[in-house]
């Protein structure tokens, strides 16, 4: 496994998209926090802690040995801002398809890193999963995100009705799929 995918720069920083390392809990951390601080519509409520970070990280890195994801962090000047995972389902008659779950941090957003992250995780997938379907669910409300997916070739695939739990409240869900 080739650990840098991609650098380039942004704004004269140096950005890496990288696997990850077992020492980068602590960024994956921070990341998380920031987004459960700015109440971001991701698949998570409650405040991260170090132990479950520590879990998921270590779950993650068995699952990217095995080849049943790929997962990048994207490292902005030595700093975690970012990650994106595609992980395959281990089904045998459903193998072929990868389901996907992207973030970045608030102030990093809107310069073009979430399409070059989403660009780099489909590339890597496809690449290493050898999957021929990708899918995601995205809140109905989060329209930058969908934006972003349908310009990079995601269709919607309906709607699910009160089907995303953000703190107290229902809020539908649109899945979206994209065929390689």
Partial sequence: MQNIIQKFKIDEQEVIFRYPKESDWKGILNLTISL????????????????DTCESLTKK??????????????????????RAWIKKNTSD???HIGDLSIHLEKEDRGKGLGDKLL???IKEAKRVLKIK????????????????YEKN???RNGKIKGG???YKRFMDVIPMVKYL
């Fill in 36 to 51: 459960f601080e700015e109440r971001a519509m991701v698949g998570f409520n409650t405040k991260p802690t170090q132990k």
């Fill in 153 to 155: 070739g995601f269709i």
């Fill in 119 to 121: 660009k780099a995780i």
């Fill in 61 to 82: 890195l068995k699952s990217i040995k095995k080849k049943e994801m790929v997962y990048l962090v994207c490292d902005v000047a030595g700093k975690v801002k970012g």
């Fill in 164 to 166: 995303f739990k953000y």
């Fill in 93 to 95: 008659c459903l193998g």
């Fill in 133 to 148: 379907i990708i899918t995601l669910e995205v809140s109905a409300e989060n329209k930058p995100a969908i934006s972003l």
